[in-house]
């Protein structure tokens, strides 16, 4: 079968919102690569291994691939993206000097390619994510196995957000505690969560191709018990009173790796979803937008006990007074 494939030379600050740009224009995949430099230093803090070379992309760029049926109009599509796209400068996002590419490929060379550089990766003391292709023993009992496949929905723990969230609960999480993880893409945080000591987590995503995701991760991780999955937003659950969410509100923790300009529409909902003394971890937040999140969260009642930082993403561990 053949495909209509769309590159755009980009930033990597405007990952995130053209990836959902082309999903929402219809793409059937979306592929993303970020700078690799071969002057960049990999993180081997872990032990990770790596068997393929960094790529030449410029620092601070990336290249994202949408992938449409043949009969698709692709100058149409184009139409569509590129002015959304630009609007993108006045909401403080640098797309930088975009360039676009049309060609035509076999599904054979994209739908499952991407695979061969998704390894076994230790984000995290305690935390390795498996590729369910990919063989993988753990080096010990303390190391915990997230299986995944992420299909077409966000989240590999390779992007510097997912990971760092991932680190990030594995420092907030004791023991029992209910979650609510919002936006959850193909479900990683929440499965990290709960084979960190979690209760139990309810995982929230407007996207169904995300929750279809997240359902086949947590099903390939024995974990359906205790992560009840939701096609719906946080102030939906609010003001639902829905015995089948898995969780009693108030909750103790909150986690969202979104993007700042959505994380700013619903801190006041996330106020409401915590209990005293309540942690929320904000994550998914470029470095232009750390100001305007921590004047949001302090204006909500959150105190900010830290900001852990990756590269130039951040997260934000706020607690509710």
């Known amino acids: 079968m053949l495909w209509n494939e769309i590159t755009i030379h980009t930033s990597e600050e405007a990952v995130e919102m053209i990836s959902n740009f082309l999903h929402e224009a219809g793409a059937g995949g979306v592929s993303i690569e970020e700078s690799g430099s071969l002057n960049k230093p990999r993180d081997t803090s872990y032990g990770q291994w790596y068997d393929r070379p960094l790529n030449d992309i410029p620092e601070g760029q990336a290249i994202i691939k949408g992938y449409f049926a043949e009969e698709v109009d692709m100058d149409s599509i184009r139409s569509q993206i590129e002015p959304r796209v630009e609007q ?50 753990p080096a010990s009992e303390d190391e915990k196995i997230i299986e995944l496949d992420p299909g077409m929905a966000f989240g590999t723990g390779t992007h510097p957000t997912t990971s760092l969230c991932l680190r990030t609960l594995e420092s907030v999480i004791k023991g029992g505690e209910e979650v609510i993880d919002v936006g959850t893409g193909s479900g990683i945080l929440a499965i990290g969560a709960v084979k960190l000591g979690a209760k139990h987590v309810l995982a929230l995503d407007l996207d169904p191709v995300a929750v279809s995701s997240a359902r086949e991760n947590t099903r390939l991780n024995g974990l359906e018990e205790r992560i009840t999955i939701k096609e719906s937003d946080l102030l939906s659950v609010l003001n639902a009173s829905d015995p089948t969410l ?64 990756d590269e130039d993403w951040l997260a934000f561990v706020a607690r509710k007074r």
């Open 88 to 137: 993108l400068r006045t909401f403080d996002i640098d797309p930088g000097e975009v360039k676009y590419e049309l060609k035509t490929v076999n599904e054979d060379d994209w739908a499952n390619a991407w695979k061969q550089y998704f390894k076994p990766l230790r984000v995290s003391d305690r935390l390795t994510i498996k590729p369910t292709w990919e063989d993988y023993e």
């Open 246 to 309: 898995g969780i009693q509100l108030p909750v103790k923790l909150v986690v969202a790796n979104i993007l700042a300009e959505i994380i700013l529409l619903f801190i006041d909902d996330v106020y409401k979803a915590l209990e005293p003394g309540g942690t929320y971890i904000a994550s998914g937040i470029w470095k232009n937008k750390e100001e305007v999140v921590e004047t949001a969260l302090k204006a909500a009642g959150f105190e900010i006990a830290e900001i852990r930082r």
